[in-house]
Protein backbone atom coordinates (compact mmCIF):
# COMPACT_ATOMS: atom_id res chain seq x y z
CA UNK A 1 0.00 0.00 0.00
CA UNK A 2 2.42 2.81 1.09
CA UNK A 3 5.49 1.31 -0.76
CA UNK A 4 4.93 2.55 -4.15
CA UNK A 5 4.85 6.46 -2.19
CA UNK A 6 7.86 4.87 -0.80
CA UNK A 7 9.52 3.78 -4.09
CA UNK A 8 8.37 7.79 -6.24
CA UNK A 9 9.77 9.25 -2.58
CA UNK A 10 12.80 7.03 -3.37
CA UNK A 11 12.93 7.58 -7.43
CA UNK A 12 12.46 11.53 -6.79
CA UNK A 13 14.97 11.74 -3.94
CA UNK A 14 18.90 12.76 -3.46
CA UNK A 15 21.51 11.51 -5.91
CA UNK A 16 24.01 9.77 -4.01
CA UNK A 17 26.84 11.54 -5.70
CA UNK A 18 25.35 14.77 -3.75
CA UNK A 19 25.20 12.37 -0.67
CA UNK A 20 28.79 11.63 -1.21
CA UNK A 21 30.13 14.97 -1.89
CA UNK A 22 28.22 16.24 1.32
CA UNK A 23 30.16 13.06 3.44
CA UNK A 24 33.46 14.52 1.95
CA UNK A 25 33.08 18.08 2.97
CA UNK A 26 31.77 16.73 6.42
CA UNK A 27 35.10 14.81 6.89
CA UNK A 28 37.55 17.83 5.65
CA UNK A 29 35.57 19.94 7.94
CA UNK A 30 35.83 17.50 11.15
CA UNK A 31 31.83 18.19 11.04
CA UNK A 32 29.75 15.36 12.65
CA UNK A 33 26.39 16.03 11.33
CA UNK A 34 25.65 15.47 7.78
CA UNK A 35 22.23 16.20 7.19
CA UNK A 36 20.92 16.39 3.17
CA UNK A 37 17.24 17.97 3.94
CA UNK A 38 16.35 20.57 6.25
CA UNK A 39 12.50 19.51 6.13
CA UNK A 40 13.65 16.17 8.43
CA UNK A 41 15.30 18.75 10.51
CA UNK A 42 12.13 20.71 11.44
CA UNK A 43 10.85 17.27 12.10
CA UNK A 44 12.94 16.29 14.31
CA UNK A 45 12.79 19.75 16.09
CA UNK A 46 8.99 19.76 16.31
CA UNK A 47 9.10 16.62 17.75
CA UNK A 48 11.86 16.93 20.60
CA UNK A 49 9.71 20.56 21.11
CA UNK A 50 6.47 17.97 22.01
CA UNK A 51 8.69 15.57 24.04
CA UNK A 52 10.16 18.34 26.22
CA UNK A 53 6.75 19.71 26.48
CA UNK A 54 5.30 15.70 27.64
CA UNK A 55 2.92 15.71 25.05
CA UNK A 56 2.27 12.21 23.65
CA UNK A 57 3.90 11.46 19.93
CA UNK A 58 1.90 13.02 17.24
CA UNK A 59 0.22 11.02 14.74
CA UNK A 60 -0.98 12.20 11.22
CA UNK A 61 2.28 14.10 10.66
CA UNK A 62 3.59 14.75 7.33
CA UNK A 63 6.59 13.44 5.84
CA UNK A 64 8.31 15.13 3.46
CA UNK A 65 8.26 13.05 0.16
CA UNK A 66 5.58 11.34 0.51
CA UNK A 67 1.66 11.93 0.54
CA UNK A 68 -0.51 13.65 3.16
CA UNK A 69 -0.48 11.42 6.34
CA UNK A 70 -3.89 11.28 6.71
CA UNK A 71 -3.85 10.10 2.69
CA UNK A 72 -1.68 7.79 4.24
CA UNK A 73 -3.91 6.32 6.82
CA UNK A 74 -7.07 5.98 4.99
CA UNK A 75 -5.49 4.38 2.13
CA UNK A 76 -3.67 1.75 5.12
CA UNK A 77 -7.11 1.42 7.17
CA UNK A 78 -8.99 0.64 3.57
CA UNK A 79 -6.19 -2.01 2.71
CA UNK A 80 -7.04 -3.50 6.41
CA UNK A 81 -10.39 -3.78 6.01
CA UNK A 82 -10.59 -5.57 2.59
CA UNK A 83 -8.53 -8.20 4.57
CA UNK A 84 -10.28 -8.22 7.64
CA UNK A 85 -7.54 -6.97 9.81
CA UNK A 86 -5.27 -9.37 8.40
CA UNK A 87 -1.94 -7.18 9.08
CA UNK A 88 -0.02 -10.18 7.63
CA UNK A 89 -0.90 -12.91 5.11
CA UNK A 90 1.45 -16.07 5.67
CA UNK A 91 1.91 -18.70 2.90
CA UNK A 92 -1.10 -20.52 4.59
CA UNK A 93 -4.50 -18.92 4.52
CA UNK A 94 -5.40 -21.05 7.78
CA UNK A 95 -2.77 -19.48 9.60
CA UNK A 96 -3.66 -16.09 8.47
CA UNK A 97 -6.92 -16.42 9.90
CA UNK A 98 -5.67 -17.74 13.44
CA UNK A 99 -3.58 -15.27 13.02
CA UNK A 100 -6.79 -12.72 12.94
CA UNK A 101 -8.79 -14.06 15.78
CA UNK A 102 -6.02 -14.40 18.16
CA UNK A 103 -5.04 -10.73 17.87
CA UNK A 104 -8.61 -9.62 17.34
CA UNK A 105 -8.44 -6.83 19.77
CA UNK A 106 -5.72 -5.24 17.96
CA UNK A 107 -7.33 -5.44 14.95
CA UNK A 108 -10.75 -4.60 15.38
CA UNK A 109 -9.96 -2.21 17.04
CA UNK A 110 -7.28 0.34 16.78
CA UNK A 111 -4.67 0.68 13.53
CA UNK A 112 -1.29 0.14 14.72
CA UNK A 113 0.70 3.16 15.43
CA UNK A 114 -2.44 5.04 14.29
CA UNK A 115 -4.74 6.31 16.92
CA UNK B 1 40.96 15.15 8.09
CA UNK B 2 42.29 16.48 4.07
CA UNK B 3 40.86 13.67 1.25
CA UNK B 4 44.52 13.67 -0.27
CA UNK B 5 45.83 10.13 -2.94
CA UNK B 6 48.17 8.07 -1.09
CA UNK B 7 45.29 7.50 1.59
CA UNK B 8 42.68 4.57 1.87
CA UNK B 9 39.29 5.04 2.39
CA UNK B 10 36.83 1.44 3.59
CA UNK B 11 33.27 1.58 2.43
CA UNK B 12 30.55 -1.07 3.42
CA UNK B 13 27.96 -1.53 1.23
CA UNK B 14 29.89 -0.47 -1.34
CA UNK B 15 27.98 -2.25 -4.29
CA UNK B 16 25.43 0.60 -4.64
CA UNK B 17 23.37 3.42 -3.81
CA UNK B 18 25.45 5.67 -1.70
CA UNK B 19 27.73 3.16 -0.66
CA UNK B 20 29.26 3.41 -4.33
CA UNK B 21 28.58 6.69 -4.49
CA UNK B 22 31.30 7.06 -1.58
CA UNK B 23 33.59 4.73 -3.52
CA UNK B 24 33.45 6.93 -6.27
CA UNK B 25 33.65 10.76 -4.59
CA UNK B 26 37.03 9.12 -2.38
CA UNK B 27 38.36 7.60 -5.58
CA UNK B 28 37.84 11.16 -7.60
CA UNK B 29 40.14 12.45 -4.58
CA UNK B 30 43.04 10.20 -5.14
CA UNK B 31 42.09 7.66 -2.47
CA UNK B 32 42.40 3.77 -2.55
CA UNK B 33 39.55 2.19 -1.68
CA UNK B 34 38.32 -1.51 -0.18
CA UNK B 35 34.83 -2.14 -1.52
CA UNK B 36 32.55 -4.11 1.07
CA UNK B 37 29.59 -5.92 0.54
CA UNK B 38 27.16 -9.04 0.59
CA UNK B 39 26.35 -8.54 -2.78
CA UNK B 40 29.14 -10.38 -4.51
CA UNK B 41 28.37 -10.04 -8.47
CA UNK B 42 27.58 -6.35 -7.95
CA UNK B 43 30.54 -5.46 -5.79
CA UNK B 44 32.96 -6.82 -8.14
CA UNK B 45 31.54 -4.87 -11.14
CA UNK B 46 31.57 -1.59 -8.47
CA UNK B 47 35.47 -2.11 -7.66
CA UNK B 48 36.29 -2.26 -11.29
CA UNK B 49 34.16 0.79 -11.74
CA UNK B 50 36.23 3.00 -8.99
CA UNK B 51 39.43 1.03 -10.19
CA UNK B 52 38.97 2.27 -13.82
CA UNK B 53 39.39 6.25 -11.80
CA UNK B 54 42.83 5.00 -11.85
CA UNK B 55 42.96 4.31 -7.83
CA UNK B 56 43.74 0.76 -6.46
CA UNK B 57 40.43 -0.89 -5.09
CA UNK B 58 40.38 -4.33 -3.34
CA UNK B 59 36.78 -5.71 -3.21
CA UNK B 60 35.85 -8.15 0.06
CA UNK B 61 32.76 -9.70 0.03
CA UNK B 62 31.65 -9.31 3.83
CA UNK B 63 28.57 -9.71 5.76
CA UNK B 64 28.74 -6.71 8.50
CA UNK B 65 26.05 -8.53 10.79
CA UNK B 66 28.86 -11.16 10.95
CA UNK B 67 32.06 -9.65 13.30
CA UNK B 68 34.39 -12.39 12.08
CA UNK B 69 34.01 -11.08 8.48
CA UNK B 70 34.26 -7.78 9.45
CA UNK B 71 37.35 -8.39 11.39
CA UNK B 72 38.42 -10.26 8.19
CA UNK B 73 37.66 -7.15 6.05
CA UNK B 74 39.89 -4.93 8.42
CA UNK B 75 42.37 -7.47 8.39
CA UNK B 76 42.06 -7.63 4.55
CA UNK B 77 42.75 -4.08 4.22
CA UNK B 78 45.38 -3.22 5.92
CA UNK B 79 47.01 -6.30 4.13
CA UNK B 80 46.64 -4.81 0.92
CA UNK B 81 47.11 -0.63 2.12
CA UNK B 82 48.97 -0.84 5.00
CA UNK B 83 46.81 1.75 6.34
CA UNK B 84 43.22 3.02 6.51
CA UNK B 85 42.56 6.65 6.89
CA UNK B 86 38.16 6.55 6.03
CA UNK B 87 35.55 4.33 7.50
CA UNK B 88 32.33 3.77 6.24
CA UNK B 89 30.15 2.05 7.68
CA UNK B 90 27.28 2.23 5.31
CA UNK B 91 25.62 -0.79 4.75
CA UNK B 92 22.29 -0.87 5.54
CA UNK B 93 18.84 -2.45 4.63
CA UNK B 94 14.94 -2.15 5.59
CA UNK B 95 12.57 -4.74 5.87
CA UNK B 96 8.70 -4.59 4.29
CA UNK B 97 7.59 -7.53 6.50
CA UNK B 98 5.26 -6.80 9.14
CA UNK B 99 6.88 -5.68 12.38
CA UNK B 100 4.37 -6.66 14.80
CA UNK B 101 2.69 -9.93 13.14
CA UNK B 102 5.20 -11.20 10.97
CA UNK B 103 8.24 -13.01 11.46
CA UNK B 104 11.46 -12.11 13.76
CA UNK B 105 13.69 -12.90 11.25
CA UNK B 106 13.00 -9.57 9.63
CA UNK B 107 13.95 -7.84 13.05
CA UNK B 108 17.29 -10.16 13.12
CA UNK B 109 17.95 -9.46 9.44
CA UNK B 110 17.78 -5.24 10.07
CA UNK B 111 19.21 -5.17 13.71
CA UNK B 112 22.52 -7.10 12.20
CA UNK B 113 23.14 -5.28 9.39
CA UNK B 114 22.40 -1.47 9.88
CA UNK B 115 23.31 -1.96 13.66
CA UNK B 116 25.50 -4.69 14.31
CA UNK B 117 27.22 -3.90 11.28
CA UNK B 118 28.15 -0.50 12.48
CA UNK B 119 29.13 -1.65 15.45
CA UNK B 120 31.51 -4.40 14.36
CA UNK B 121 32.59 -1.74 11.69
CA UNK B 122 34.05 0.53 14.61
CA UNK B 123 35.45 -2.21 16.39
CA UNK B 124 37.51 -3.57 13.86
CA UNK B 125 38.34 -0.20 12.67
CA UNK B 126 39.06 1.72 15.52
CA UNK B 127 42.32 0.34 17.12
CA UNK B 128 43.79 1.15 13.33
CA UNK B 129 43.06 4.61 13.18
CA UNK B 130 43.98 5.42 16.68
CA UNK B 131 47.34 3.77 16.68
CA UNK B 132 47.76 5.50 13.07
CA UNK B 133 47.67 8.63 14.25
CA UNK B 134 45.04 9.77 11.89
CA UNK B 135 41.72 8.84 10.62
CA UNK B 136 37.75 9.30 10.18
CA UNK B 137 34.87 7.04 11.07
CA UNK B 138 31.45 7.90 8.84
CA UNK B 139 28.17 6.47 10.18
CA UNK B 140 25.32 5.82 7.84
CA UNK B 141 22.04 6.45 9.72
CA UNK B 142 19.27 8.31 8.33
CA UNK B 143 16.83 10.88 9.04
CA UNK B 144 15.32 7.72 10.86
CA UNK B 145 17.60 7.90 13.51
CA UNK B 146 15.88 11.87 14.47
CA UNK B 147 12.13 11.17 14.05
CA UNK B 148 10.18 7.75 13.84
CA UNK B 149 8.28 6.89 10.72
CA UNK B 150 9.27 4.36 8.38
CA UNK B 151 9.36 0.90 10.15
CA UNK B 152 10.11 0.38 13.69
CA UNK B 153 13.20 -1.46 13.22
CA UNK B 154 14.80 0.25 10.70
CA UNK B 155 14.01 3.50 13.02
CA UNK B 156 15.17 1.39 16.36
CA UNK B 157 18.71 1.03 14.00
CA UNK B 158 18.93 4.49 12.68
CA UNK B 159 18.85 6.02 16.24
CA UNK B 160 21.19 3.69 18.06
CA UNK B 161 23.32 4.45 15.17
CA UNK B 162 22.82 8.35 16.06
CA UNK B 163 23.74 7.57 19.47
CA UNK B 164 26.50 5.55 18.85
CA UNK B 165 27.82 7.69 16.75
CA UNK B 166 27.70 10.83 19.14
CA UNK B 167 29.03 8.51 22.03
CA UNK B 168 31.64 7.78 20.00
CA UNK B 169 32.74 11.46 19.11
CA UNK B 170 32.37 12.42 22.46
CA UNK B 171 34.88 9.20 23.57
CA UNK B 172 37.39 10.39 21.00
CA UNK B 173 37.33 13.45 22.41
CA UNK B 174 37.49 12.78 26.01
CA UNK B 175 40.63 10.49 25.08
CA UNK B 176 42.11 13.20 22.64
CA UNK B 177 42.71 10.37 19.56
CA UNK B 178 43.25 11.64 16.75
CA UNK B 179 39.67 9.87 15.20
CA UNK B 180 36.71 11.76 13.63
CA UNK B 181 33.42 11.18 13.25
CA UNK B 182 30.31 11.50 11.22
CA UNK B 183 26.91 10.65 11.27
CA UNK B 184 25.16 10.77 7.73
CA UNK B 185 21.64 11.29 8.37
CA UNK B 186 19.97 11.22 4.69
CA UNK B 187 16.57 11.79 3.50
CA UNK B 188 15.52 10.43 0.27
CA UNK B 189 18.00 9.44 -1.85
CA UNK B 190 17.76 7.41 -5.43
CA UNK B 191 19.40 4.10 -3.85
CA UNK B 192 18.01 0.12 -4.04
CA UNK B 193 17.11 -0.04 -0.07
CA UNK B 194 13.38 -0.65 -0.98
CA UNK B 195 14.69 -3.80 -2.76
CA UNK B 196 16.80 -4.89 -0.19
CA UNK B 197 15.55 -8.37 0.78
CA UNK B 198 17.75 -9.34 -2.70
CA UNK B 199 20.28 -9.69 -0.04
CA UNK B 200 18.74 -11.23 2.78
CA UNK B 201 20.39 -13.65 4.69
CA UNK B 202 19.84 -17.46 4.42
CA UNK B 203 20.67 -18.26 7.35
CA UNK B 204 17.21 -16.48 8.87
CA UNK B 205 15.07 -18.64 6.67
CA UNK B 206 12.78 -17.86 3.97
CA UNK B 207 12.31 -14.28 3.16
CA UNK B 208 9.41 -13.20 4.88
CA UNK B 209 6.64 -11.80 2.92
CA UNK B 210 3.58 -9.26 3.49
CA UNK B 211 3.31 -5.30 3.72
CA UNK B 212 4.59 -3.29 7.05
CA UNK B 213 2.81 0.24 7.67
CA UNK B 214 4.52 3.51 8.08
CA UNK B 215 3.92 4.09 11.22
Redesign the interface.
Known amino acids: ???PH??R?????????A??????D???A????????P???Q??LD?WQRIAGGHNPQ?D?D????PP?KQ?RAE?QQLLAGQRGA?????DPDQAVD?RIG?RSTVSGD????T | MELTAGKVAVVTGAASGIGLALAERFARAGLDVVLADVEQPTLQAASEKIAGLGVKTLAVPTDVSDEAAVNALASAAIDRFGAVHVVCNNAGVASLADPWFGPLSAWKWVLGVNLWGVIHGIRAFLPVLATQGEGHIVNTASVAGLVPGIGPSYDATKHAVVAISEDLYQAMNVAMLPVGVSVLCPGWVRTSIAQADRNWSPSLGEVPHGRRLPR
Open positions: MTEVQAIDEGMAPAVADLVAAITNRFWVFTDHFTMARTVMPGLALILWLPGRSVPGG
